[in-house]
């Protein structure tokens, strides 16, 4: 084949002429087919106006036979058996676009092919400006060699037979190294374009298919009237006829086939086993397809009907049995409906809003006079197989796994076009890769595609310009989560510069502790860190009351916005053999358990408090999830741990600080050797010691700090007195009296709040009861009013 | 002229070909509107599985099988009207495509002598 564009080809003429008259020439020329046609026959039978009637049936025939052409060649020439120029493999729109005589060079076939909606739809899915990428096309007509080259290869590996104006924009942007530098520029990678393009080749496929068949007048003629399925049903097989809900076969394909075959070989009951988002739903809705369009004669027309529980519920609270079993008796008569139970733990007593239908439910399987589909997560299926095992074992179950990536990717693109139409706006490619990305970084709940689509909805409302952006998705996942995706502004980009000041604020000293912790959290808000792990995981070190809990406390408030956003174990009690039963639990049926507040609070700082003391099995649990950031429950559902960060607190060791910082060692020169004698002493095991990000130690507080931290509990007195519009002040010698009494060398700075609230607090509070103190005032306290 | 030999070439080569199988389309098509297939499968079948369960007495299980016997025939007219229409549609459309591809190569001879005539008289 060589490299040529004749543009006076057979197929090149044809292209411009079907490009000249165009769908409404088309509706013209039918127009005068008609008229002419009518009007020839009134004139041919007057008398002395047959010349004229002829001339009319000319007209006519001629534009019947153009009509005909334009239909059926003119627009949708056949495909060239041997294609041996360029002009052979062009789409005719496109190639009618190309003006004869005028040379081609990139930038002309950007202008083309942008003129054209393919062009336009990878464009503005990739959010390219058309103006700013043509700047760095070339400007020679043998610059157009390597991309119709690249535009053949790209045909070829589409296994397509036309290069279209979406094949040309690609094979454009990736052989010009001007247009790759912008593409990256934008954050761009030579992926996402074949991505997009990927994606304009499914929806061209689908334009081009055929309206599917659904059967024709008598279809149901046979099936029974369904009045109370109809009132506490919604029937999936009419809204897939009325092209309702998105649904796709990407993902499952293979299960539709065993569905089917479970159905048609006498099962009369499936379960759907997944977890909620794996496209249970979707599925039924892709069967109910399927079996409309008639290809499975076993089958044949049947209609796929979901109850809604909560309904069937409320309408008949006494009534229920017989309700149920009117339902299962219409459907049976019927004889053409499969009942789907959607989330069908509800159907059998387990939830908020269920009822038990097990009992009326078990006979009509056993007698397989009636087809059901239940859906099920894996914990739900389980349940009901050790509650209800001869209800179980008449269900065939069918298990729906997460999709791969690419899956995904295509199924987003192709609900994106859904909501696109919906909601009139442009979904970005760069919008959908951030939906799958955040989706599957921040939602623990739901498995994909469900959480990556529930994402790309939600983001729909902060669309700009009717354009959804990926920092639209940001903004979505932000508001959902309450977790800071987008890029930082500049006022918290501020605050993440000067992290250590800000949490010296609270924290006396241990400055080593407070960098390290500050660069853990800058490195997560910048996205730098291990994805895979938890945002940062420390194990400190250090006597009681110099600040370790202090210091987590700080951390939960800077990075996740509120101190309480801490999940807090005392490690002490998972010294037992049944220690990781308890850390497992799922929390379904009791409550406490490190998974359920994980689950409950995805973005915390989870602080192991002793963690020495926990057994063995514990620690070894611990590895895994300072490793892989994650931890399976006792239902082997996996608990996510990457959004939060890991501080494992002990007081090993401390006696061991105390005595080298009274000798004169910095923190740095004795953290190793400690370290290595903690191992040797087996409190620590080495590759528990390894999983940490850092360990950190914590020195003992000299009377000076504990000075500085009992100015700040004042402050904090301060602040509940505030109200009353009354504030406490302390004189050096008062200071020093409180300092004095609140300082323990064994205990730190712990037992300084027994010693203000002791002495001060006390204090306030006598002069507030006996009314010495009116609002606005300052108390100032000396020592002897000290209590 | 190039262009005149080419709509030639597929008027009387792929373009009537296609005209064949479009107006074969046609009649699958209508056939398909009528759902032929499962009319003549169920053309006995009760009438939207309107039926009667029978009784314990025989008085009862008479009356139960002549319901159903009336709910089968009214199936059966309703089926069978619909059969008969569709088969009146399908061979129209039968009708239809013949004359149509029949006519196909007699279209551009058509022009050519009422070109003549309008100039002829």
């Known amino acids: 084949m060589n490299n040529e564009l004749n543009l006076s080809s057979i197929r090149a003429r044809k292209a411009r002429l079907a490009a000249k008259i165009g769908k409404r020439g088309q509706r013209f020329l039918i127009f005068l087919v008609v008229t002419l046609g009518l009007l020839g026959v009134f004139l041919w039978l007057s008398e002395g106006f047959k010349q004229i009637g002829w001339a009319c049936f000319a007209a006519a025939t001629a534009a019947l036979i153009t009509a005909l052409w334009y239909r059926l060649d003119l627009t949708k020439p056949a495909p060239i058996a041997h294609p041996d120029s360029l002009d052979d493999f062009l789409e005719p729109s496109l190639l009618a676009s190309f003006k004869k005589g005028l040379p081609i060079t990139p930038q002309v076939a950007w202008k083309?092919?942008?003129?054209?909606?393919?062009?336009?739809?990878?464009?503005?899915?990739?959010?390219?400006?058309?103006?700013?990428?043509?700047?760095?096309?070339?400007?020679e007509p043998q610059d157009m060699d390597i991309v119709w080259r690249r535009s053949v290869d790209l045909m070829e590996s589409s296994q397509t037979r036309q290069v279209d104006a979406g094949t040309l924009v690609v094979a454009l942007i990736t052989t010009s190294n001007a247009t790759r530098d912008l593409i990256t520029k934008l954050n761009l990678k030579e992926t996402d374009v074949l991505e997009v393009h990927a994606w304009l080749k499914r929806l061209s496929d689908y334009l081009d298919e055929p309206h599917p068949y659904f059967g024709g007048i008598g279809r149901d003629w046979a099936a029974g009237f369904t009045p109370t399925l109809d009132r506490f049903g919604h029937n999936i097989s009419q809204s897939v006829e009325k092209g309702e809900g998105h649904y796709h076969t990407l993902a499952h394909a293979d299960v539709l086939d065993g569905i089917i075959h479970s159905l048609s070989q006498g099962s009369s009951g499936v379960a759907l086993v997944g977890e909620a988002g794996s496209g249970k739903s979707s599925l039924i809705y892709a069967l109910a397809q399927r079996l409309l369009k008639g290809q499975d004669q076993d089958l044949l027309y049947y209609q796929i009907v979901t109850l809604n529980a909560s309904m069937i519920l409320s309408s008949a609270k006494n009534d229920l049995e017989n309700l149920i079993l009117t339902l299962f008796g219409e459907a049976i008569h019927a004889g053409n409906i499969i009942i789907f139970l959607d989330d069908a733990k509800l159907f059998f007593g387990d939830g908020v809003g269920a009822f038990d239908m097990s009992q009326v439910l078990l006979p009509v399987l056993q007698n397989k006079r009636l087809k059901i589909i239940a859906a099920f997560t894996p914990h739900d299926f389980q349940k009901l197989k050790s509650e209800n095992e001869a209800l179980a074992s008449?269900?065939?179950?069918?298990?729906?796994?997460?999709?791969?990536?690419?899956?995904?990717?295509?199924?987003?693109?192709?609900?994106?076009?859904?909501?696109?139409?919906?909601?009139?706006?442009?979904?970005?490619?760069?919008?959908?890769?951030?939906?799958?990305?955040?989706?599957?970084?921040?939602?623990?709940?739901?498995?994909?595609?469900?959480?990556?689509?529930?994402?790309?909805?939600?983001?729909?409302t902060y669309s700009q310009d009717h354009i959804l952006l990926a920092e639209s998705v940001q903004q979505a996942i932000e508001k959902m989560r309450g977790v800071k995706v987008s890029k930082a502004g500049s006022a918290e980009t501020d605050v993440l510069l000067h992290l250590e000041d800000l949490i010296h604020k609270r924290m006396i000293n241990q400055k080593r502790a407070v960098e390290v912790v500050a660069a853990a959290l800058r490195r997560g808000r910048a996205g730098v860190g291990n994805l895979g792990r938890p945002v940062g995981s420390f194990l400190f070190l250090g006597p009681t009351g110099v600040g370790k809990t202090e210091l987590a406390r700080s951390l939960a408030a800077t990075y996740f916005g509120d101190e309480n956003q801490m999940i807090r174990l005392d490690m002490s009690e998972y010294q037992r053999s049944d220690g990781v039963a308890r850390l497992l639990d799922s929390g379904v049926d009791k409550s406490g358990s490190l998974i359920m507040f994980i689950r409950q609070q995805p973005f915390s700082v989870v602080l192991l408090d002793e963690v020495e003391k926990a057994s063995d099995s514990v620690l070894n649990l611990l590895l895994q999830m300072l490793d892989e950031g994650q931890l399976t429950d006792s239902n082997g559902r996996v608990a996510s741990f990457k959004n939060s960060i890991i501080i494992a607190t002990s007081n090993a060791g401390s006696a061991e600080i105390s005595k080298r910082v009274g000798a004169g060692d910095t923190l740095d020169k004795m953290e190793k050797p400690l370290i290595e004698e903690l191992i040797a002493q087996g409190l620590f095991k080495p590759e528990l010691i390894n999983r940490f990000d850092d360990v950190v130690l914590f020195r003992p507080l000299d009377k000076k700090e504990l000075a500085q931290v009992a100015e700040i509990m004042i402050q904090g007195v301060n602040k509940s007195l505030a109200e009353q519009n009354i504030s406490v002040k302390l004189t050096d010698a008062a200071l020093g009296a409180v300092v004095t009494a609140g300082y323990d060398p064994q205990f730190g700075a712990r037992p300084m709040r027994r010693a203000i609230q002791k002495m001060v607090e006390n204090s306030v509070a006598k002069k507030l009861l006996a009314g010495q103190v009116q609002p606005g005032t300052i108390i100032t306290l000396d020592v002897k009013d000290l209590s | 002229m190039v262009m005149l030999f080419e709509f030639l070439r597929w008027w009387y080569g792929p373009g009537w070909l296609d005209a064949g199988q479009k107006a074969v389309g046609l009649v699958v098509g209508t056939q398909k509107a009528f759902s032929a297939g499962v009319l003549l499968r169920t053309l006995f079948s009760p009438w939207k599985q309107i039926v009667t369960l029978p009784g314990r007495s025989l008085n009862d299980k008479l009356k139960a099988s002549l319901d159903n016997l009336i709910s089968r025939v009214v199936g059966f007219f309703a089926r069978a009207l619909a059969l008969l229409f569709g088969l009146v549609l399908t061979a129209l459309a039968a009708l239809f495509g013949l004359i149509a591809t029949t006519a196909w190569p007699v279209l551009p001879l058509f022009l050519v002598y009422s070109i003549y005539r309008s100039v002829s008289g």
Request: aromatic share 6%.
């Open chain 1, 394 to 460: 008449l269900i065939s179950p069918v298990n729906i796994k997460e999709p791969s990536q690419d899956v995904v990717m295509d199924i987003l693109e192709d609900t994106a076009l859904t909501l696109e139409q919906r909601d009139k706006l442009l979904i970005s490619h760069q919008a959908i890769s951030e939906a799958y990305k955040l989706s599957g970084q921040y939602d623990q709940d739901l498995a994909y595609p469900g959480k990556a689509i529930n994402l790309l909805e939600q983001a729909t």
């Open chain 1, 112 to 139: 083309v092919s942008t003129g054209q909606w393919q062009g336009r739809f990878l464009c503005n899915h990739l959010l390219l400006d058309m103006n700013s990428v043509i700047q760095t096309l070339g400007t």
